[in-house]
């Protein structure tokens, strides 16, 4: 009872947050502090989205934006937990190769944007492709560092009793990733967001990202924060799901410290 309370003490204080940056930035509008050439209202703004849900508009912005992110965010995963196990269990490819896996993760992404864009022109593959050098790395590090950390007792106990490399990898080496992995899904997440973005805002012709473009050089603010709000609610809730999952889980690692996959 006292967690839930607390729980909903919580909540309540985001919404409260929300709400005085919302009234906040509104009344600071009315009264000429901030210019509404750079910052919308936020109830004209809520307005302007609801006008673009009314006229359709978002729903084909979402869809151009959503379907690389989504596919991005996926492959993440797919190559991030393959690649990273099969590095991280191989002591001589993990030295050789984290290091620049580290430093690519460090590099401006914005740098390679007319590299992406020569290669892939103005296609779907584009964008796919430069949201998974951002989502990528995070994962990749997690996951080699989490397999090189598997208990060298348990591999020993199972190429005792001949376990397979195969049973090896399912049975102790991906339960032990498990925790790096949800630690990463996050930020690669977000990661895959702002490659999308960038990389329609700076080169694409479709998606949300072109359409920021296209209502900052016009000076429609509302239009503007209006998919700022749109984008910030998507990740937000996205973002919670994910930790939910990962809450779920760890709890559940709690409860069942031997956990078989």
């Known amino acids: ?37 750079f910052l919308s209202k936020p109830s004209e703004s809520i307005i302007s989205l609801f006008n673009l849900f009314r006229t359709g508009i978002v729903f084909e912005l979402l869809y151009q934006t959503l379907l690389p992110l989504s596919v991005a965010f996926v492959l993440s995963i797919i190559i991030g937990i ?13 030295e050789g190769i984290e290091p620049f896996v580290a430093i690519f993760f460090s590099i401006p992404k914005v740098l390679l944007v007319p590299i992406f864009w020569s290669i892939f022109g103005f296609s779907l593959e584009y964008k796919i492709a430069y949201s998974l050098v951002h989502g990528l790395p995070p994962i ?3 996951v080699i560092a989490m397999a090189a950390s598997t208990e060298e007792s348990h591999l020993k106990i199972a190429k005792l009793y001949l376990a397979s490399r195969l049973q090896i990898y399912q049975k102790i080496v991906l339960p032990a990733i498990i925790f790096g992995l949800l630690a990463s899904l996050r930020m690669a997440l977000n990661l895959c967001l702002i490659g999308v973005i960038i990389a329609e805002m700076f080169v694409g012709t479709t998606g949300i990202g072109f359409a920021l473009r296209q209502y900052a050089s016009t000076f429609k603010t509302s239009e503007f924060y209006a998919l700022i709000y749109l984008l910030v609610t998507i990740s937000v809730s996205v973002n919670l799901i994910l930790l939910g999952l990962e809450k779920r889980i760890v709890a559940r690692r709690v409860l069942h410290p031997v956990l078989r996959v």
């Open 82 to 94: 393959y690649l990273g196990i099969i590095i991280g269990s191989v002591k001589l490819l993990r």
């Open 1 to 37: 009872m006292k967690s839930d309370r607390q729980t909903l003490l919580i909540w309540i204080l985001r919404l409260l947050s929300v709400i005085v940056i919302f009234v906040v930035a509104e009344l600071s509008i009315e009264f000429k502090l901030l210019s509404p050439i």
């Open 140 to 142: 990749l590090i997690n």
